[in-house]
């Protein structure tokens, strides 16, 4: 299937054009240091991820190969504010096809490190953590769940023990990111 001018848009977004001012040339020497980040340069851009992600056939945004060449170009900003990222569901399909061996996935991950720690969390994992913190699910269960299970003679659901999840979040760090970082 040909692709329009109306389709190249939408995948692109609003922001089709790069300004100079946006690329920040230091950021692919900031991913390469990254363990599994390294050959981020040896991309080139031959499409072959893109062609076999699972995400990015049933997405209009998500595309691993520009996320690449977004990468190298030094689009920090516009990367890490961006839901896009999160799309990847670390399947490793790329990883396995890539000719250069680039590594994809772990890239990703980075991206996903980075963007964290520039506060950029979006709001469904701020809502999940935030839901391990306070009660030690990573959803709150509602009580007809509870109610539902014993009627079936289901036991009880294990309690959390929550003041232990509160000490080692604390110790990670893992808490304080809640408190601090933007939601995307
Ligand atoms: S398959 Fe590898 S070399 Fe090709 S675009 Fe994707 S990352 Fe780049
Ligand atoms: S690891 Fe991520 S980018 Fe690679 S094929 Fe799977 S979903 Fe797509």
């Not at 990847?88 to 399909?93: G, K, L, S, V």
Request: with cysteine; net charge positive; glycine share 6%.
């Amino acid at each position: 299937m040909s692709e329009t001018k109306e389709t190249r848009e939408k995948e692109l977004g609003e922001k089709a054009v790069i300004k100079v001012s946006e690329m920040d040339p230091r950021f692919k020497y900031e991913i390469r240091k990254i363990p599994g980040a390294e050959k981020i340069m040896l991309c080139f851009q031959c499409g072959t991820c893109t062609a076999d992600c699972p995400i990015a056939r049933f997405s209009d945004s998500y595309r691993p190969r520009k996320l690449m060449r977004m990468t190298q170009l030094g689009l920090k900003d516009r990367i890490l504010s961006s839901d896009v990222i999160w799309l990847c569901a670390a399947c490793f399909t790329c990883v396995d096809h890539c000719p250069q061996d680039v590594g994809i996935a772990s890239i990703i991950r980075a991206l996903r490190n980075l963007a964290v720690d520039e506060g950029f969390i979006p709001r469904v994992y701020k809502e999940l953590g935030s839901c391990v913190l306070k009660t030690g699910y990573a959803y709150r269960i509602p009580e007809l769940r509870h109610r539902k299970r014993e009627e079936q003679g289901l036991p009880p659901l294990p309690k959390a023990n929550v003041e232990s999840i509160a000490k080692l979040s604390d110790v990670t760090g893992f808490s304080k990111l809640f408190e601090e970082k933007k939601v995307a």
